[in-house]
């Protein structure tokens, strides 16, 4: 076997786009972001022929190259809540606005061998995609953010994916001293909302794209 590392990931994600797939999920396995951003790109979204599109924060849809794809059509309103130039005060406002796109891009913290997407926000308006609002959701997942069960999920999200965030984004929380989670009061805390996505309703909804590589935190 040439790539036993690569051949391992597989099995692991066929498993879990069939557990995807028996909660309602849409999913999908690729190998690689250049393949995710073709099927989204490609195939997804033309199918669902979006009339305006959003974007959760996501370093697995930038790494794909999907948010320049969609900044770059003409025909497509774009609500971009990545827009440094905006003020607080207008990017909190367009990320309501975004709740009712026709289709909303984001990644997850975690996703369930069993199926499920797991997620911690800051200002909720991601899980709020999630749950409520767009009319499709396009959830794209780096091989990285498997875990096992709920537990093992929340446990990742709760000891890396929080504590790197609020690095990334220059938090003052003590995480960002520590490298663990302190279960602060800090007013910078990212971990405000919790979402667990037991199933896609209605059916096929939420679409999820396993990358067979790691992407994003």
Not at 59 to 72: M, R, V
Request: hydrophobic letters at 40%; aromatic letters at 8%.
């Amino acid at each position: 076997m040439s790539d036993p590392v690569r051949e391992y990931w597989n099995v692991r994600l066929a498993e879990t786009r069939e557990a995807l797939e028996q909660n309602q999920f849409e999913a999908h396995v690729v190998e690689n972001a250049e393949q995710a951003r073709r099927l989204v790109f490609e195939q997804l979204s033309p199918a669902l022929a979006p009339a305006s599109v959003s974007f959760g924060g996501s370093g697995s849809i930038a790494t794909t190259g999907l948010y320049d794809a969609y900044k770059a059509m003409a025909d497509i309103e774009v609500l971009d809540t990545w827009n440094k130039d905006l003020s607080w005060e207008d990017k909190y406002e367009l990320r309501r606005q975004a709740l009712l796109v026709d289709l909303f891009l984001t990644g997850t913290n975690a996703v369930t061998e069993d199926g499920m997407l797991v997620n911690l926000d800051m200002f909720g308006n991601r899980v709020a995609a999630l749950t409520f609002g767009p009319r499709s959701v396009v959830v794209v997942v780096g091989r990285n953010k498997l875990v096992s069960d709920l537990n093992a999920a929340m446990e990742r999200i709760k000891e890396y994916a929080a504590p790197v965030n609020a690095m990334r984004l220059n938090m003052k929380t003590p995480c960002v001293k520590t490298g663990r989670c302190m279960d602060c009061k800090s007013p910078d805390r990212i971990c405000n909302h919790w979402t667990i996505t037991e199933k896609s309703f209605p059916q096929g909804r939420i679409k999820v794209v396993l990358v067979n590589e790691d992407l994003g935190l």
